[in-house]
């Protein structure tokens, strides 16, 4: 298989398929690998939380390789907020925006009326989101309370074969993004 930075047709086919169908994905990003699967897939959202075996009351952050991949998920915002919005971006830096209300409770977090997302600083990422045209779920590549994943190997020895690894370098960020509350300014992380 192809690496994603360099994809050719047979991989880009198999790893469209593989999401669309559910499958989970573990990709690089700014400080350790992420985990990820379409936001707009309910089982795929239910299957990486189980797998993570992460509290379903807590949001998910989804990153996008622009706003407008990001933008069906959100309340409309004005053309000044935007521009401000869009001046935050590409950066390690998750935002917090009013969420759309058809987007999944499990995916925004329950009873919570934002949605966390980024355009992320590491290119891969970026390129990951428009070689496949969709925003992607992204949380910790990790079981809960357990260390981040920051190689494959580390990936493949927590997860085996019940994701897609695609392979590359991560940002090498020691922490992972900001989240920050962009109607109140407040930083959650």
Known sequence: MSHPSH???????HLRAHLRRG?????????????????????????????KKRPQHKGLIVIAADYAQL???????????????NQ??????????????????????????????????????RFLCRIIGSAVVSTSCNRAGKKACRTQREVRRQFGDKVLILGGRTGGHKQPSQIIDWRSGSRIR
């Not at 499958?23 to 939380?49: F, H, K, M």
């Not at 058809?102 to 997302?117: E, N, Q, S």
């Open 7 to 13: 994809p050719n047709g047979r991989f880009l086919y």
């Open 23 to 51: 499958g989970l994905i573990a990709y690089p990003t700014e400080s350790s690998y992420g985990l990820g699967c379409l936001p707009q897939n309910a089982l795929a959202v239910s299957r990486l939380i189980a797998l």
């Open 71 to 85: 933008k069906p998920m959100l309340q409309p915002i004005s053309v000044d907020e935007l521009a401000a919005i």
């Open 88 to 125: 935050q971006w590409p950066a390690a830096r998750t935002l917090l925006l009013p969420v759309h209300p058809r987007i999944l409770p499990i995916l925004r977090g329950l009873k919570r009326d934002t949605l966390a997302v980024r355009i992320p600083a590491l290119l891969s990422a």
